[in-house]
């Protein structure tokens, strides 16, 4: 079974450059996450999806964040303007929403955003 | 505000011994626990996860306690080895709710001594 997938795994831009990240969940996996990890902290979600509607992003920054997912497959996340304080590793993960594996998120390797 | 409370920090264990990571939740309504285990460069992988219903589970040299009165769980891992290097983060989440969110701890950084 693949895994989550994600591009760029690396990724530097100036400050008040635009960015964006892709993620291919695990086929058949109805919801995918994107969370912020910034060096030294645990994981914070952003943003959660159920197909290609939002369940929760409260915890995203409006101003200049912005996710979607189309036909409730794969998403793209994007940021512009960015800023210093942005850089951080960007998780993807994906899960089932029943079933035995019920509540077990599978992360992606992550993109690695360093904004100078 | 930080839903789930983990330390130490960081851990330093030599090889063979026992390493324990302490995490506190406050939310009564959290009904999965897991853990997962994150090396450089990767995302985090699930190791092993609890819910409130048991006391404790075992999963090879991996164990997680979990005191339901006390709010608290914790991972065990027995006989140390230096491939455990890695860094550690608790979780908990209220899977009816709101599918499945997980709060994360700040994460235990685990160094194994050969």
């Known amino acids: 079974e693949a895994g989550v997938a994600q591009s760029p795994r690396y990724k530097i831009i100036e400050k008040r450059q635009s960015v964006a990240f892709w993620c291919n969940p695990i086929?058949?996996?109805?919801?995918l996450y994107w969370y912020q990890q910034i060096l030294g902290q645990g994981p914070k979600l952003l943003i959660q999806?159920?197909?290609?509607?939002?369940?929760?992003d409260s915890q995203l920054p409006k101003d200049r964040f912005s996710a979607e997912r189309l036909k409730g497959v794969d998403s793209t996340l994007k940021i512009q303007p960015a800023k210093l304080e942005d850089s951080a590793v960007y998780l993807c993960?994906?899960?089932?929403?029943?079933?035995?594996?019920?509540?077990?998120?599978?992360f992606g390797p992550g993109t690695r955003l360093t904004v100078l | 505000q930080q839903q789930v409370k983990q330390s130490p920090q960081s851990l330093i264990v030599q090889k063979g011994g026992i390493s324990i990571i302490n995490c506190a939740y406050e939310n009564t309504a959290f009904d999965y626990f897991p853990w997962y285990q994150q090396f450089p460069g990767k995302g985090p992988a699930l190791l092993i996860a609890?819910?409130?219903?048991?006391s404790e589970k075992k999963e090879g040299r991996f164990t997680i306690s979990f005191n339901k009165s006390a709010k608290q769980f914790s991972l065990h891992i027995m006989d140390s080895q230096p491939g455990d290097s890695a860094t550690y983060f608790c979780a908990a989440s209220n899977r009816g709710s709101t599918l499945g969110r997980l709060y994360f701890g700040r994460g235990t950084q685990l160094t194994v001594w050969p």
């Open positions: 999806f159920q197909n290609n509607g939002v369940v929760d």
């Open positions: 609890i819910r409130p219903d048991v």
């Open positions: 086929s058949g996996h109805a919801t």
């Open positions: 993960a994906s899960s089932q929403t029943s079933g035995e594996s019920f509540g077990t998120q599978y």
